[in-house]
């Protein structure tokens, strides 16, 4: 009796103890946990860059973010330039230490060492939610891999091949426009922005993976994907405490509506997607095994860009390490879908916004693009047309389609600076100090229009100043013409040439047919959306990008 009430006592104090055991480590790891993650705060807190000199915070929460919004301004830029010079200390979500930078020396030292400075993690999450595993979250090797498979179908031959399909869309839309200008009299009021958004959707899904959404169509009615796009990117959602909550925290999207929206909208693409790319597949496979020649990258044929991307990604000569999966290919669909809709759409708007400033600058346009004598000129004849080249590459300088782009120091680095500057203290400071976790603002709105580069009218619309750009821009970052628009270094937009190509085609087809007037006064047009300004009627706010104009079929003389 003794000896077995002596075993459960040791029983008992054996479980008590591994009890006080299991207690005692996970309040162990528990507390290394929270220590850990108090101390990686503060070193982000503690930043060196609260050296800087800034603009004072705004709000605990969004920090500058609203300011930041307001790239197209340039009274923030003169302002903070002014006051704080190139770089400057300003505050992102929850009040983090962020730089601001329009320094060309900071950036290109940033934009070359693009895989150490990466797209935050909030924004990353939300953007592989839109996308999955795309080019555009995806980082180091993995997107050396991915833009390998992807830049032989941006190359100058494939966008050659595609201004056919450019030129067909963009003058439906002209003979469309053109069509009901005569039955109102000679003069259309039309919000440009849907009939661009159309033809850009129709575009990109030709030329992007031989789909037809027919969405420029009058009579048809909007198919399954039609729908789906339009859901998740027609009405971005509005700034707010909720939408940072879901961004970064995605299960609890039952709070957010839109958020609902755009998964449902999301899993109707993969489905469409996944079937688009097992079509081509077997579609490659097929002309390959009746060519029975393999299935040689140099073999290969064809136009739309994911034909292109399949067959680059089942080439012979490609190792089995380098290929993408299903899943990668198919977020490269969507990619290009958003991207080639949406941003060639908003420069194709503020392109048209900017003639009807610059009456002038039209009726140059116009009377170049007439010494054409074809209806669809090819990419050859279009890049010959020098004062069309001019307006693209000024449109494009004065209104970048994304007009930020955010990073994140993956380590400790020294910032170089083009010229010194006084911190906080009124010490000259040669370089900037940056610490892992940092985040850097580079708005390249703003940066477009610097004064220094561009002169006291950097803020102004002349197309002209591309006959002699100023010798000061041949020095600045960028993968084309002398701005950072399409970004430079490793994470330059792949897809610069077919933005180019394609906006040059939307400005031959209707400005050669249309004199165009703004409906409402300018101070009315104002830019809206943190990353991607689209226009909007400022009294108007709640019906979401517009840009009312008056459309009148030209009169040859």
Known sequence: MRLLLLRVLTMNFLIDHSVLALRYTLICLLSLVCGVFL??????????????????????????????????????????T?????????????????????????????????????KPWEGASHARRLFGPSMIVSEGDIHKKQRRVLNPAFGPAQIRDLTEIFLEKTNALRDYWKEHAIAQGGCLKTDVVEGIGRTTLDIIGIAGFDYRFDALNPTGKPNELNKAFKAMFKT???????????????????LDKRARKVEESRAVMRRIGLQLIDDKKAE???????????????????????????????????????????????????TFLVA??????????????????????????????????????????????PYLDAVVRESLRMYPPVALTLRMA??????????????????????????????IVIPIAA??????????????????????????????????????????????????RFSVVELKAFLFSLVREFEFELAVSAEEIVPAGALVQRPNVRSEREMGAQLPLLLRPYVHT
């Open 82 to 118: 002014a006051e704080y010079g190139y770089n400057c200390l300003t505050r992102w979500l929850l009040s983090i230490p962020t730089l601001w930078t329009v320094d060309p020396r900071t950036i290109n030292h940033i934009l070359r060492h693009s895989y150490d400075y990466t």
């Open 447 to 496: 940066y477009n229009r610097l004064k220094s580069v561009w002169g006291e009218d950097a803020a102004v619309f002349r197309p002209e100043r591309w006959e002699s750009p100023p010798e000061a821009a041949s020095s600045l970052p960028g993968v084309w013409a002398h701005n950072l628009t399409f970004l430079s270094g490793a994470r330059a937009c792949i897809a610069w």
């Open 284 to 334: 490659v496979t097929r002309a390959a095994t009746a060519e029975a020649s393999g299935l040689e990258k140099k073999a290969m044929t064809g136009r739309d860009l994911l034909t292109l991307l399949i067959k680059a990604n089942m080439a012979i000569d490609i190792p089995d390490s380098q290929r993408l999966s299903d899943e990668e290919v198919l977020s490269q669909v969507v």
């Open 39 to 80: 101390s990686r705060v503060i070193y982000i807190y503690k930043s060196p860059l609260c050296l800087l000199r800034g603009p004072s915070n705004v709000h605990w929460i969004f920090g500058h973010i609203h300011h930041v919004g307001k790239v197209q301004d340039p009274r923030i830029l003169d302002k903070w």
């Open 410 to 439: 993956t380590r400790d680095d020294v910032l170089p600076v083009s010229e010194p500057f006084a911190d906080r203290h009124g010490t000259t400071q040669t370089e900037i100090r940056i610490v892992n976790g940092n985040r």
């Open 236 to 254: 971005p959602a509005p700034m707010s405490f909720k939408r940072v909550i879901v961004d970064i925290f995605p299960f609890f999207s039952f």
């Open 340 to 385: 080639g809709h949406e941003t060639t759409g908003v420069s194709v708007t503020w392109t048209l916004y900017a003639l009807t400033q610059c009456p002038e600058v039209q009726r140059k346009l116009r009377a170049e693009l007439l010494t054409v004598h074809t209806a669809s000129p090819t990419m050859d004849e279009l890049s010959a047309l």
